[in-house]
Nanobody, 123 residues
Framework: VQLQASGGGLVQAGDSLRLSCAAS????????MGWFRQAPGKEREFVAS????????YYADSVKGRFTISRDNAENTVYLQMNSLKPEDTAIYYC?????????????????WGQGTQVTVSS
């Protein structure tokens, strides 16, 4: 599985962005998909994950209520809708794919990673 993240940019606090992650491969719909982020000088951290059907999602406490993960299996794409952005959301955002059956909440569960897209939120 190859992953290509896009949609990042420079926005002001309170704005919204939607990130997309396009996946190659016919088995995309089997994978748990997730978003992680890494701010300068910090560890890569979990943001959100979604199971194969979209029926189970998990979020980090820091984004709960503001971010929404979704997927379109027909388009081999996973999205991260980010609302009410804060300066502390500034980071490189990575999408990742994990084999079926995993929760998707831990970094070690993921087998494939995209290249990342920069999100910068100014105050």
């Amino acid at each position: 599985v190859q992953l290509q993240a896009s949609g990042g940019g420079l926005v002001q606090a309170g704005d919204s962005l939607r990130l997309s992650c396009a996946a190659s491969g016919r088995t995309f719909s089997y994978y748990v998909m997730g978003w992680f982020r890494q701010a300068p000088g910090k560890e890569r951290e979990f943001v959100a994950s979604i199971n194969w059907s979209g029926g189970i999602t998990y979020y980090a406490d820091s984004v709960k209520g503001r971010f929404t993960i979704s997927r379109d299996n027909a388009e081999n794409t996973v999205y991260l809708q980010m609302n009410s952005l804060k300066p502390e959301d500034t980071a490189i955002y990575y999408c990742a794919a994990a084999r079926p059956g995993r929760s998707g909440k831990a970094r070690y569960e993921y087998d494939y990673w995209g290249q990342g897209t920069q999100v910068t939120v100014s105050s």
